[in-house]
């Protein structure tokens, strides 16, 4: 660890200088700020009020309550529980998060770049270019996306544990990302596949470690997961506008190879004031290590090279995976790739393809150390202090936010109808028209799974009017008297979920002593 103290604390220093603009006070104008600050103080008031984790909140909506935990993620707001129980303010634990999940991004790069490429200057210009990266910086200082810049963290430990083949660490891994933000853990899985692959090819018998991982992740994450997946028919998600969202959303290459910094948005993402170029030392990168495979690698291969032999080795054989990761990543965000997309959309709802650029970002930060890592020892200094230059200066008017703010929280989440810009999680039976009208004289609450309604302490079961609100039946008898209440509370299929997750914390608790206990005999 002490050998690789000094360019961690590198790391660190590059992450404090990429992100000084959160230091500044108050909060900043972002895409998705004004959902972020009233979704952790919705969070937040939910625990406090005994619901945790969080499912539904009651007083979105107009009042009618909404679905906002059952899709939305949680661990971002899961990590700043200690930060509000500590007395930080809500703008200031927000940038907080956002520097957690940046810093740490790093770290985890460098990380699953030791191990691939056994040099800590390689892993030192993937961990920094990752970090200097023109989609990290938008992800974070323009759009606010909170759940995508967790993910940038968890991915590289789900591809360390597949590479090690570490049962914990890949269900760790894939527990944060889709607990961090699901649709875009979807777009890490053409990745993933293909680093899985390629494990495999190494060592056929990693097969069932390596699954038994994802399925630990996944129920690590199921308190989530499942309900997010079985009640999403449920809700508008499917048939509102957010369901076609994607086809307005596939850039032009050009747009990928540079495109000039904004941050406006627009109806289409070829007409938007903002950039989504995967960055310069990315191509570069991802060029040399081409060159690279076709002059060195496929020739090898043609003539049954043995992985033992060789100049670089086993590790010949990442950069093929490194290099076609990053060709469908980009593949992908392009109209050519809009077959697929159209195909995928009869079975799920699709996000934005933009959402690709995390892989490829990834993956072009990867072949980063790649070079390095091909280098002779005299030159892998020189090359990797231009590679960090180059990073530097192309990134150089990227650490800026469009303009810091001081408003009150209050006036954030006052409003904050859904949180959700589509208020796409409404209730299928819901009249979104509602959300707008006066209240009115009603329960004033949509129907949806674990809505309950109290009579007189009694759980009664109640109907659903034509506008998917609750009404109470008929033959209830109702007097001035009568102590009419709505509360949520978890259904079957959140216990099952529920018991899941804890059943999956305790085999992970025991995979872990037990590997202490192997680790601490003689």
Known sequence: MKKHLPFILIVILFSILGMKALTHPGLFTAHDIWHQVARLYHYHQAILAGQFPPYWISN?????????????????????????????????TIKSLFF???????????SLAHE???????ALVSAIVYLWAPYHFLVILVSAAMGTAFVFLFLPLILLGIHKQNILLIASGMAGSILSHLMTTMSLLPMITIFTIWTLSRNPKSL??????????????????????????????????????????????????????????????????ISFQVGIVQWVAFMVAAIFVIISVVPALAKGWSASGGKAGIHRIPVLAILLSFLVSVFLMLDLSRPL?????????????????????????????????TLKSKLRILASLTLIAI?????????????????????????????????????KTADAKLLSEPVPPSIHHFSFPGVNLYIDGKNIKYDTDDRGRVIIPNNVENSK???????FEDTILIKISKSITIASIIISGFLLWQKRKLKSLP
């Open 100 to 110: 957690i999940s940046y810093v740490f991004s790093g770290i985890a790069m460098y």
């Open 208 to 273: 069932i470690k390596i699954l038994i991982g994802f399925l630990l992740g996944m129920g690590l994450s199921a308190f989530y997961l499942i309900p997010a997946v079985y009640y999403s028919h449920l809700t508008q998600v499917s048939t509102g506008a957010f369901s076609d969202i994607y086809k307005k959303h596939f850039v032009s290459f050009s747009q990928l190879v540079y495109s000039r910094w904004g941050y406006g948005i627009a109806d289409t993402a070829k007409e938007m004031n």
């Open 60 to 92: 979105l909506s107009n009042g009618f309550g909404y679905p906002l935990f059952f899709f939305s993620y949680h661990l971002p707001w899961i990590i700043s529980v200690p930060f509000l129980s500590f007395g930080f303010e809500i703008p200031t």
């Open 481 to 487: 008297q009568t102590t009419v209440k709505i509360k």
């Open 391 to 427: 990073a530097i200066y192309t990134n150089r008017n990227h650490l800026r936010v469009n303009e810091y703010t001081y408003i009150p929280v209050k006036d954030y989440i006052a409003s904050e109808m859904t949180t959700n810009s589509f208020n796409e999680y409404l209730p």
């Open 116 to 122: 691939l490429l056994k040099n800590k200057w390689a």
């Open 341 to 373: 997309w159209d195909f995928a959309s009869q079975f799920v709802t699709l996000d934005y393809p933009t959402m690709f650029l995390l892989p490829a970002t990834f993956s072009g930060s990867l072949a980063a150390g790649y070079f390095i890592h």
